[in-house]
């Protein structure tokens, strides 16, 4: 019997081709199919578009491409995973290595977390490894200039779409709030700023390190725009990154740390 091949979870970065991990570099290229998400039959694959220009090519490997739509409907979502891993599954089982692209890292909101759920659920014995990949988290604070977490700082990730109505909660009991899958939320997300007197301290950045990256520091002109489907908006409260902090930390207990 054919033993089952390895299922690799591959993160290829936020856009910019020379932030592939050299890891990351090294499974695509071995691997014997890639698997390719992408948003709609007849579109690209993000990933691909970013991983292509700097993987060898090699003519033995095969490209699946899989459509996984943008959707937070179950119903839509859930038969196009079946359908992956059926066809990931057919590779696995004659032995292939799969390697599943993925933009930014594999762990932060993508659809290979079920694509691997599901494979273990039906091949418990499969072996799978993720390959970590540079976020567009830390890349878009990278471009805005600022320190996600100093000190005793406190990081809040909001996917927008599903839900910003405790916004203003979040902006007062977080340090840093990381808002993404910003959808159609814009205009509570702007809301909430005003109200908390935090619109100076947001900015947005779209297609962050791809050639079309947007920066937008006045978060006011947003107004009526969604910023796009590769956009998020980071909140940051303060401006004491890289200081000691000696203020009291909202919980007693907390020591305060050295630099
Ligand atoms: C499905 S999640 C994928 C996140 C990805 N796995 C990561 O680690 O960056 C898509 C969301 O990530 C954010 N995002 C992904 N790539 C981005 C980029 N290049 N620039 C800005 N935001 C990005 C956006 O908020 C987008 O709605």
Partial sequence: MTALGTLYGVGVGPGAPDLLTVRALRVIEAADVLALPRSSDFGASVAWSIAAPIVKANAAQERLRLTFPMSKEAT??????????????????????VA???????????????????????????RVEVVPGVTSITSVAAIGGIPLADGHERVAIIPATYGVGDLVDLLERFDTVVLMKLGGAMPTILEALERTGLTDRAFLVSRATMAEQRVERDVRRLEGDTGGCLAMMIVKRSDRSGRLVNEAAPDATRATEAP
């Fill in 76 to 97: 839509v979502v859930r038969p196009r995973v079946l359908a992956a891993v059926d066809a990931i599954g057919e590779r696995l089982l004659a032995g292939r290595a």
């Fill in 100 to 126: 599943f692209l993925t933009e930014g890292d594999p762990s932060v909101f993508s659809t290979f977390g079920y694509v691997r759920d599901e494979a273990l659920r039906r091949w418990p014995s499969l």
